[in-house]
């Protein structure tokens, strides 16, 4: 379908701010052709506007078509101005104060540690600012699209993805600190943030620093949860639950081959003293911990949780959030021994049981094998002691 000449003039015609408006309430087909018209367009506007096309629009295919066209125009001597290409999709108003979040939307936490945020802001002259990021508990914010729309097409894109997973809504401040850690943990990384996060600030701003305070603990007291041990031993029962299903701790491919010895311990014929399969089990399940569980994962998994405990507040599930604080609650202890964390013993084995990937034991799959196993040794509980074998091979607890 053709290009509207009023639309393509209308671009062309177009303050900055104006441009951005129109390009983001275009459907895009009507865009597609009207970047091949610009293409063919010989004047300064022209690949102004195709310049702006790939700051603002979210369209990866449109974004590389607007470059073909653009480059089309250099060939013939027709540049943007210089000052577009540093330029970003805030540019009419980066002198302006920050807008209010209006609305702040994000999802659960997948086991890679990843979620979506969104966050709406009202613009002073019609129309929103909709900010989508993908933030990781361990590498920061790793994705970010800022588009002009309407309150219209944002409702339409929002309740197809409700459909899709679960959402909680969030005070506005407090997102902006879920980004501002985010982002602070990007740079203490050495990585680089996504190119439009400029142009965020500018909607945006940023906040002072990431959440002092998790939002659970206005409902559920840190200190309730010592006064109650029994949330942190039923605290497994969460991994029944939709949002934290799946979740493990990531291991180092080193462990693979020990996780498969020990895995293929619980069929050999013969015991040797000193290598039972659940000693085995143990040693390797301390030994993991103390690889994977890091100060960055431990700080990571405590994130996780307290967030993922708001998520059970916010859906009527008091028990399950008292659970996940207690969880959360000894990871701000560096001293504190990871493999007698009933919850945590089961991350750290689903993460071994990864390693295994589709090996077998016997008729079996190595990962079920293995996670029995450890589910069989750390069911004895810490107060037992360690295990001791005589040489018939007859395990003891000490």
Known sequence: MPAS?????????????????????AETSELESALAELGHTREPAAAEVLALV???????????????????????????????????????RSAEAPL?????????IDPSGSRALWLLAERRLGGIWFAALLLNDLHGLQDLSLVDTTRKRFRREFEESRRTGAWVRLP??????LVREAVDLTREQGGGLPTRYHSFHDVFGEAPG???????????????????PEWLDESPHLVTEPEMRGWYVSMPAELRARALEVARATSAGLL???????????QLLADAAREGLTPPVRRAFRRRLEETAYIFLDTDRLDAARRAV????????????????????????????RLTGAEQVGSRGAAEVLLQLMERVTERGPEEGPLETRPSGLILPR
Not at 8 to 22: F, M
Not at 100 to 108: I, K, L, N, R
């Open 5 to 25: 000449p009023d639309f393509v003039a209308a671009l062309l015609g177009a303050e900055p701010a104006e441009r951005e408006r129109l390009l983001g309430a």
């Open 54 to 92: 790939d700051l603002v629009v979210e369209d990866r295919a449109l974004r590389k078509l607007a470059r073909r066209e653009l480059h089309r125009l250099r060939s013939m001597g027709i540049e943007p101005p210089p000052s577009l290409a540093a330029a970003g999709p805030a540019q009419a």
């Open 100 to 108: 209010e979040v209006a609305e702040a939307w994000a999802t659960d």
């Open 172 to 177: 506005g401040a407090y997102a902006l600190r």
């Open 210 to 228: 990431p959440p002092e305070r998790a939002l659970v603990y206005e409902t559920v007291s840190p200190v309730e949860a010592n006064f109650h």
């Open 272 to 282: 040797v003293p000193g290598h039972a399969p659940e000693q085995l089990a143990l």
């Open 326 to 353: 207690a969880a959360a609650r000894p990871l701000d202890d560096s001293h504190f021994v990871a493999e007698r964390h009933p919850l945590l013993r089961m991350f750290l084995a689903a993460g071994l049981a």
